[in-house]
């Protein structure tokens, strides 16, 4: 850092000299952050936003803030918009109706030509990387700065951090065929950088990745939105990346916003269907033994067969052991967790009661029901062992 | 056989190579652009224009629908105007040129048409103008096909000089006709043969490697 306040000028506000050390780039773009005055630390703001292509409604009448440096999850089926929504926040989607306000402005009227300056100041990644092939990795990353009229000068200077910031010096003059498919999400990264942008956006970044490099991948991006206050929109279909990365998370359904909290309120206490479901496969499953064993009615000799689930506080709570001291009854185990998401825990319980009756099934219900965040009767099993 | 046979076969070598050279010229020129705003102007194109692209279109058909001999006689005319004279290597550089033109826009509007749309798609997300797009991803990326297809056109346009020969462009074609068939002379109609083997050869070869070079995918 001391190698870089020797050189700065406080009166042109800007580096006397340029010196080559990862820090320079840091302290630089905490400063062009900064400089952006937005209202109340909103970056990007839409107000009833709808899009259509033909008869498909891709958008439908979305509202949403985007906070500074927080990193915003996108969830939601294929189809559900998530592309869309993202891609009208840099223009490369124009809404039909609706104001989609960027860095204080709303770009939905811009025309192309201001439309692209906006854009200098949003990084993209995308799933598929989109590196130019005939490009080598730091041709790829100048590219921007070059878009943005940097001085070639600059420009080399900026690679050179950009690339051991996303840790790719070596490979600076590899062609990107040349990558392995982290390597090349890294340039990709690397590359949506480069020309300090405000806002990133990540469209499905780790979809094609093994679940390895994705969490390799997952670590820069958070890397990068602590050290430089980065704002991340992350579309993802996998609920691990969420449950790592995400501040704050919308759900989407046929182009509406169905849900919206923070990450931990989420998953823990999801309120929408599609959440259930999106979130659900993440929760352990039952053995499928018993899974295609359920049945919705008690009949003599089934053994009830529940799920509940603890979130926060209570998740430190004996409940299955209260249960057995106050009902006198023997739960089995069947399957159990306890995740953490942002510090919040979640317990996780499937328990079977061996054929407890309808009056006892009826009593276990009850005292569950008060005690747990979400009680779930997923039906009754014969004889389970 | 006449003495000087071989002043004869590199004058006319001379000559091919100079028709083929200014029209593949004069086709890679006019040719790359043309097939750049076919891809430009067609429908999700960078600068959609769908009555512009459909004229043109369609003319780059009409031209590439009638046969290249026909075309030569046609654009007699045309060649006057421009040339001065019908006949001769520079006059028939003009028909040459016409005919190879949209021959190459097709050629290189297929290889543009094949850039991952991803690529253009990060260029436009970096906020670059639809030159840059071009300039950047567009023709870096076709590049290798470009060159192959240029190398198609060339051949091509070899061929088809040897035929203008026919309508007095000189050249081997010409050769071919005065000696080869108006006299009999197998020897002369041999070599020529392999020399426009060679030739075809040589331009493959060349053509190949330099594609080669710049496919880095
Ligand atoms: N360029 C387009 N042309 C026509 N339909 C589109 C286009 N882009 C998206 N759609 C449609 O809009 C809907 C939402 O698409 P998208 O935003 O890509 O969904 P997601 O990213 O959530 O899978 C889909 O029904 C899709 O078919
Ligand atoms: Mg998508």
Redesign the interface.
């Known amino acids: 850092m001391s190698c870089c306040m020797d050189w700065w000028d406080p009166e042109t506000a800007a580096f006397a000299e340029k010196i080559p050390c990862s820090d320079c780039v840091r302290v630089e773009a905490d400063f062009v952050l900064r400089r952006q005055s937005i209202p109340d630390g909103t970056i990007v703001r839409l107000g009833n936003v709808s899009k259509s292509f033909g008869r498909v409604k891709a958008l439908d009448d979305i509202t949403l803030d985007v906070q500074r440096g927080e990193i915003l999850g996108i969830i939601g089926r294929s189809g559900a918009g998530k592309s869309t929504l993202i891609r009208c926040l ?1 223009g ?1 989607e124009r809404p039909d109706r609706g104001r989609v306000e960027v860095l204080g402005q709303d770009i939905v009227p811009l025309p192309e ?1 201001r439309l ?7 990084g ?1 990644i ?1 799933q ?1 990387f ?6 080598t990795v730091a041709e790829n990353v100048t ?2 700065l ?3 009229d940097v001085p070639w000068q600059e420009r080399e200077f900026r690679v050179q951090d950009l690339l051991s910031m996303v840790g790719m010096s070596g490979k600076a003059s590899v ?3 040349k990558l392995s498919d982290g390597e090349k999400q890294r340039v990709g990264i690397a ?1 949506a950088l480069a ?1 300090d942008p405000a806002l990133l ?1 990540c469209d499905e970044p780790t979809s094609a990745l093994d679940p390895e490099t994705t969490l390799s991948i997952l670590d820069l991006l958070r890397d990068i939105n602590r050290r430089l206050g980065l704002t991340i929109v992350l579309i993802t279909h996998e609920m691990n990346v969420l449950r790592t990365v995400a501040d704050r998370v919308i759900v989407l359904k046929h182009g509406r916003i169905v849900e919206e909290g923070d990450v931990w309120r989420v998953f823990t206490a999801p309120e929408a269907d599609v959440t259930h479901r999106l979130i659900g496969g993440h929760t352990s499953d039952l053995p499928s033994a018993i899974r295609t064993g359920l049945r919705n009615e008690w009949t003599r000799g089934t053994d009830l067969v529940l799920r509940l689930q603890l979130s926060g506080s209570a998740a430190g709570n004996p409940v299955l052991a209260q249960l057995t001291r106050d009902l006198d009854v023997l739960p089995v185990v069947l399957d159990a967790s306890v995740q953490h998401v942002q510090d919040h825990a979640l317990a996780s319980f499937t328990v079977a009661f061996h054929d407890p009756g309808e009056l006892l099934a009826r009593r276990i219900g009850e005292y569950l029901a008060s005690r747990v965040s979400r009680l779930e009767v997923l039906g009754y099993v014969q004889q389970l062992a | 056989m006449s003495s000087n046979w071989p002043d004869l076969f590199i004058k006319a070598l001379l000559e091919t190579l100079e028709m083929t050279a200014a029209a593949g010229a004069i086709a890679f020129l006019a040719g790359l652009p043309l097939g750049l705003v076919l891809v430009a102007t067609a429908s999700g194109g960078i600068c959609e224009q769908r009555w512009l692209n459909r004229i043109l279109g369609a003319i780059v058909n009409a031209f590439r629908a009638v046969p290249c001999i026909v075309l030569l006689v046609a654009l007699i005319p045309l060649t006057r105007l421009i040339a001065g004279t019908s006949i001769g290597t520079e006059a028939a550089i003009v028909p040459l040129a016409i005919a190879a033109t949209p021959y190459y826009a097709r050629t290189a509007e297929v290889s543009l048409r094949g850039v991952d749309h991803g690529l253009i798609e990060a260029v436009k997300a970096m906020g670059g103008s639809r030159w840059t797009i071009m300039r950047e991803a567009l023709v870096p990326e076709a590049l290798p096909g470009l060159l192959s297809g240029f190398t198609v056109t060339i051949v091509t346009i070899i061929g088809a000089s040897a035929m203008a020969g026919a309508i007095g462009a000189g050249g081997l074609g010409d050769l071919a006709i005065r000696y080869g068939y108006q006299r009999f002379n197998t020897g002369i109609m041999i070599g020529i043969i392999i020399v426009l083997i060679a030739l075809v050869s040589i331009v493959r070869f060349g053509g190949d490697c330099l594609a080669r070079r710049f496919d880095h995918r």
């Open positions: 840099n490369l030509r692209q300056l906006v854009r200098q100041r949003i993209m995308f598929h989109n590196l130019l092939s005939a490009r590219l921007p070059k878009i943005a062609y990107p065929s590359r020309a956006l």
